[in-house]
């Protein structure tokens, strides 16, 4: 993280540097494997008075802290008059959840496991992070995620009252608030059954956790524990965003992906990409669906593109809907959908 090496050399300025949260978590890190692995404790490293040796955790030290206390003065500095660019987190792609809709599905990995009592003594399997019912929770935020364009915070404050079923191909979910829509006034998402893709069908993923969890009030994606087992629905799990991105980045590392460069935008800049690109959306109806404001008036093309007092060229309820009536064939690609040429 920082741009002077352990002997004092500089480092290349080309080379991204990673920012100072994660130098953080590298020294929570240090401190969790000095201080319970290695039975080290949290008490601050210093020389015993009585043996003369050092004991307590080395992570917890006024020299570490010193130094922390510099590098964030040095990341702030550099930050204010430039020199680093921030890195924005690495987009999923569907190939990626594809990969993990598969992983998390396989029969040894999807199986519920009775809940038995485990000796602390025991060392924990990395493998065996979480069991079939998280795996099941985890991937229904994912497509809910990437679907709609939400931050993690959001998705998993999804109530349960704020799903309901349309018909038997369609779910509609509504969100009180957003955070650039505070005082409510949210348009609906409505996600229809993919047959085409399992791995991204929003129907599929949603029925499957509510089968499985059988929510009556509260909130759909409750805390999860290192048993497999559901805590207070009252509570939401947004409370423990970093467990989540945690729970995340394991499930990346089972299919064999750096999980680093991944967080908790991934699957709003995923999604957004995937809809540019693979779907073909226009820039409009991607802002429509994705909440973003389109108040571009220094770009004159997109006063053309976008106006706020323009009919709609398609309804809202359609905009997922594979089921939708295509318009003409085009006569030089012989493709057709439902861009209305």
């Not at 799903?163 to 996600?191: H, M, S, W, Y």
């Not at 965003?241 to 680093?260: M, V």
Request: charged share 25%; proline share 6%.
């Amino acid at each position: 993280c920082d741009d002077i090496k352990l002997d004092g050399e500089t480092k290349d300025a080309k080379v991204l540097r990673a920012s100072y949260s994660h130098a953080q978590k590298m020294r929570a890190a240090a401190t969790y494997g000095f201080g319970r692995l290695n039975g080290l404790g949290s008490v601050e490293w210093q020389k015993s008075e009585v043996t003369g040796k050092m004991r307590g955790n080395p992570s917890v030290s006024e020299t570490v802290s010193s130094y922390m206390i510099s590098l964030r003065k040095k990341k702030a500095f550099i930050q204010v008059h430039g020199g680093e660019v921030s890195t924005s987190a690495r987009a999923i792609t569907p190939e990626i959840l594809e990969e993990l809709y598969h992983h998390n599905n396989k029969p040894h990995i999807k199986n519920i496991q009775p809940l038995e009592p485990r000796s602390r003594k025991r060392p924990a399997d990395p493998n065996e992070w979480c069991g079939g019912r998280t795996r099941v929770m985890l991937y229904a935020v994912y497509i809910i995620s990437f679907l709609c364009l939400l931050r993690f915070d959001e998705a998993l404050k999804i109530q349960v009252h704020e799903i309901c079923l349309i018909g038997d191909t369609a779910v509609e979910l509504t969100l009180p608030f957003r955070k650039t829509n505070q005082n409510g006034g949210i348009k609906p998402f409505v996600l229809h059954e993919w047959r085409h893709a399992p791995h991204l069908c929003p129907v599929r993923a949603i029925a499957e956790w509510i089968a499985l969890y059988a929510p009556t009030d509260g909130y759909l994606f409750p805390p999860m524990n290192r048993r497999d087992q559901w805590g207070d629905g009252t509570k939401p799990m947004v409370s423990k965003t970093e467990k989540f991105l945690e729970l995340f980045r394991h499930n990346l590392l089972d299919i064999g992906l750096d999980p680093w460069p991944y967080g908790t935008h991934s699957f709003r800049r995923g999604g957004c990409q995937f809809f540019a690109t693979w779907q073909r959306w226009s820039l409009r109806r991607l802002c429509e669906w994705g909440g973003w404001s389109m108040e571009f008036s220094n770009l004159t093309i997109v006063k053309y593109l976008i106006g706020w007092n323009d009919d709609p060229t398609e309804t809202r309820e359609n905009f997922l809907n594979p089921n939708q009536k295509t318009t003409l064939r085009c006569a030089t690609c012989g493709r057709n959908c439902a861009c209305g040429f």
